[in-house]
């Protein structure tokens, strides 16, 4: 079975992901896709999807786990991060929906020409430019179907620039607003629930076009917003993802609400939850607007980093877990 590393951001340490299923999904998006079609869109479908996540989820923990510490670290929790008190995760669900005290634990840069990631996660940067060093040809989307049919969007984002972050089921699960705008476009694309699992993406051309996704499109062009042109934000719902609940909060978790067309958002706060699974997070921008950070890029082309991703694109593609919050890209000036 070959090996899918990443690299860790805060520490630049090369680690081996444990990845998530893996005999299943390899399984699945290869011998069953392939000899069993009508069982495979059965078992990515949505009511198939939320019977996974409620049997995943919402089962009880046993009671010798209830509040165990060494439970919760063994599944990426660090208590000293989180809201809620230990007593408080008494099931899968309430430990992959958990809040973090983020004013504290994820510091954000105070430039207002960063984009911030949108979610704990592991990136990938690209163009779909051709004429571009980081151009990569579609594999993880196709734009078109992607912001899907009848979408006024494509043609903004056509030669631009993008992100894939990829939530693992361990990772906090809230999005944050990447940018600071004004909300000019959002709606809800159908779709089913594919796996983000490395193996499954490079075995299914362009699945990230395929899942049930909410699309977000925000004008930064705006009186206190980040400068950088227009950004289509992109939730992927995927295999045991029920919902993307959109729950803006201006300040920590307090007061959550639906976003609108209409409404200005700050940069960094948690704009939506995935409930559960594990999930993908793609940012779209205009041409020429943005630079991504340096390590970003230097990380994207190591050969010395084993990826799945590099195997499918005949090329160095390695990801990087980057916490929420911090700074991915920056504004393109005149004077730059």
Same mark, same amino acid.
């Given at each position: 079975?070959? @090996?899918?590393?990443?690299?860790?951001?805060?520490?630049?340490?090369?680690?081996?992901?444990?990845?998530?299923?893996?005999?299943?999904?390899?399984? !699945?998006?290869?011998?069953?896709?392939?000899?069993?079609?009508?069982?495979? @869109?059965?078992?990515?479908?949505?009511?198939?999807?939320?019977?996974?996540?409620?049997?995943?989820?919402?089962?009880?923990?046993?009671?010798?786990?209830?509040?165990?510490?060494?439970?919760?670290?063994? /599944?990426?929790?660090?208590?000293?991060?989180?809201?809620?008190?230990?007593?408080?995760?008494?099931?899968?669900? =309430? #430990?992959?929906?958990?809040? #973090?005290?983020?004013?504290?634990?994820?510091?954000?840069?105070?430039?207002?020409?960063?984009?911030?990631?949108?979610?704990? &996660?592991?990136?990938?940067?690209?163009?779909?430019?051709?004429?571009?060093?980081?151009?990569? =040809?579609?594999?993880?989307?196709?734009?078109?179907?992607? !912001?899907?049919?009848?979408?006024?969007?494509?043609?903004?984002?056509?030669?631009?620039?993008? &992100?894939?972050?990829?939530?693992?089921?361990? =990772?906090?699960?809230?999005?944050? $607003?990447?940018?600071?705008?004004?909300?000019?476009?959002?709606?809800?694309?159908?779709? $089913?629930?594919?796996?983000?699992?490395?193996?499954?993406?490079?075995?299914?051309?362009?699945?990230?076009?395929?899942?049930?996704?909410?699309?977000?499109?925000?004008?930064?062009?705006?009186?206190?917003?980040?400068?950088?042109?227009?950004?289509?934000?992109?939730?992927?719902?995927?295999?045991? #993802?029920?919902?993307?609940?959109?729950?803006?909060?201006?300040?920590?978790?307090?007061?959550?609400?639906? #976003?609108?067309?209409? *409404?200005?958002?700050?940069?960094?706060?948690? =704009?939506?939850?995935?409930?559960?699974?594990?999930?993908?997070?793609?940012?779209?921008?205009?041409?020429?607007?943005? @630079?991504?950070?340096?390590?970003?890029?230097?990380?994207?082309?190591? $050969? *010395? /980093? &084993?990826?799945?991703?590099?195997?499918?694109?005949?090329?160095?593609?390695?990801?990087?877990?980057?916490?929420?919050?911090?700074?991915?890209?920056?504004?393109? $000036?005149?004077?730059?």
């Amino acid at each position: 079975m070959s @090996r899918h590393a990443y690299v860790e951001r805060t520490t630049r340490r090369v680690v081996d992901e444990q990845l998530f299923g893996d005999r299943v999904v390899r399984f !699945l998006y290869s011998r069953a896709r392939e000899s069993a079609p009508v069982l495979f @869109r059965a078992l990515t479908s949505r009511r198939v999807s939320w019977l996974l996540g409620a049997v995943q989820f919402d089962l009880p923990l046993a009671p010798r786990l209830l509040g165990s510490r060494g439970f919760l670290r063994s /599944v990426g929790v660090d208590l000293c991060q989180c809201v809620d008190p230990p007593a408080w995760f008494d099931t899968p669900r =309430k #430990i992959f929906e958990r809040r #973090i005290r983020y004013w504290d634990c994820r510091p954000m840069s105070t430039d207002a020409g960063h984009v911030a990631a949108p979610a704990d &996660a592991r990136v990938i940067v690209g163009s779909l430019a051709s004429e571009s060093h980081v151009f990569l =040809k579609g594999k993880f989307f196709d734009l078109d179907e992607l !912001l899907g049919a009848g979408s006024p969007w494509p043609d903004v984002f056509r030669r631009g620039d993008f &992100a894939v972050f990829r939530l693992t089921p361990d =990772k906090y699960h809230y999005n944050h $607003t990447p940018v600071a705008g004004r909300v000019v476009d959002l709606y809800e694309v159908a779709g $089913t629930y594919h796996s983000c699992h490395p193996a499954a993406v490079v075995e299914m051309v362009t699945p990230y076009s395929k899942n049930k996704r909410v699309v977000t499109v925000f004008d930064t062009d705006v009186e206190g917003g980040t400068g950088v042109g227009r950004l289509a934000m992109i939730e992927v719902a995927a295999l045991m #993802i029920g919902e993307v609940r959109q729950c803006y909060s201006a300040e920590r978790y307090d007061d959550p609400a639906p #976003i609108a067309v209409g *409404d200005f958002l700050d940069k960094g706060l948690p =704009k939506s939850l995935y409930r559960p699974g594990s999930s993908t997070d793609v940012l779209l921008f205009e041409p020429g607007r943005v @630079r991504f950070a340096d390590d970003l890029l230097r990380n994207l082309n190591r $050969t *010395d /980093v &084993a990826s799945h991703f590099s195997l499918a694109f005949a090329r160095p593609l390695v990801e990087t877990d980057v916490p929420v919050r911090s700074t991915i890209a920056t504004r393109i $000036t005149n004077d730059a």
